[in-house]
């Protein structure tokens, strides 16, 4: 069974940083890409960025471009998020998601399995 | 980008009905790359449909997706109590960008 368990969120000031991290379980975790979705309060989903299982390529929505930093550690079988200069508009419930083993492009792709999300709270 | 807008907003209805959801695309979805999504209060997103119109592993066959190009349709063919949710459709053709969601609620 294929499981995706985020950490590192919580309450940051404007401009702060923070750091998320998704430990994969059930599956062979450098064989997939790997992605994070957010979803703000209330709203619906936002894509944000993908890294590709074992040649590092990675993609950013415009919206975190420059600012967020998408890493994996396969011997760890860990997926990371470095948030840097962070606005109020990134507080939002991240998750970490798996590309759907199903199709055959690693991106992009629909999402076959989710994390249960960590929350992210930007304010002063 | 292409902008995905779901209809209607909000769909009333009773279990054992039939729901009918909408997704149109700004323009056309290379080789139908759309997927849909249930989200249920509190939960993580599932994925239902993708390619269109292919059920993902484990989803009932009361569930069924159909379009191409611009325009998508997720049914439902006999509500149950755990479908009253929420609903989103997703394009990845080029690059990905998720429609804003239809509210499936008790009638």
């Known amino acids: 069974e294929v499981q995706l368990l985020e950490s590192g969120g919580g309450l940051v000031q404007p401009g702060g940083s923070l750091r998320l991290s998704c430990a994969a379980s059930?599956?062979?975790?450098?064989?997939?890409?790997m992605s994070w979705v957010r979803q703000a309060p209330g709203k619906g989903l936002e894509w944000v960025s993908v890294?590709?299982?074992?040649?590092?390529?990675?993609y950013y929505a415009d919206s975190v471009e420059g600012r967020f930093t998408i890493s994996r550690d396969n011997s760890k079988n860990t997926l990371y998020l470095q948030m840097n200069n962070l606005r109020a508009e990134d507080t939002a419930v991240y998750y970490c998601t798996q590309r759907n083993p199903e199709t055959s492009r690693w991106f992009p792709s629909s999402f076959a399995n989710w994390g249960q999300g960590i929350l992210v709270t930007v304010s002063s | 980008e292409i902008v995905l807008t779901q209809s209607p907003g909000t769909l009333s209805l009773s279990p054992g009905e039939r729901a009918t959801l909408s997704c149109r695309a700004s323009?056309?979805?290379?080789?139908?790359?759309l997927a849909w999504y249930r989200q249920k209060p509190g939960q993580a997103p599932r994925l239902l449909i993708y390619d269109a119109s292919t059920r993902a592993t484990g989803i009932p066959d009361r569930f069924s997706g159909s379009g191409s190009g611009t325009d998508f349709t997720l049914t439902i063919s006999r509500l149950e109590p755990e479908d009253f949710a929420v609903y989103y459709c997703q394009q990845y053709g080029s690059s990905i960008t998720f429609g804003q969601g239809t509210r499936l609620e008790i009638k």
């Open positions: 890294m590709s299982g074992s040649s590092g390529v990675t």
């Open positions: 323009q056309s979805v290379s080789s139908s790359y």
């Open positions: 059930g599956f062979t975790f450098s064989n997939y890409a």
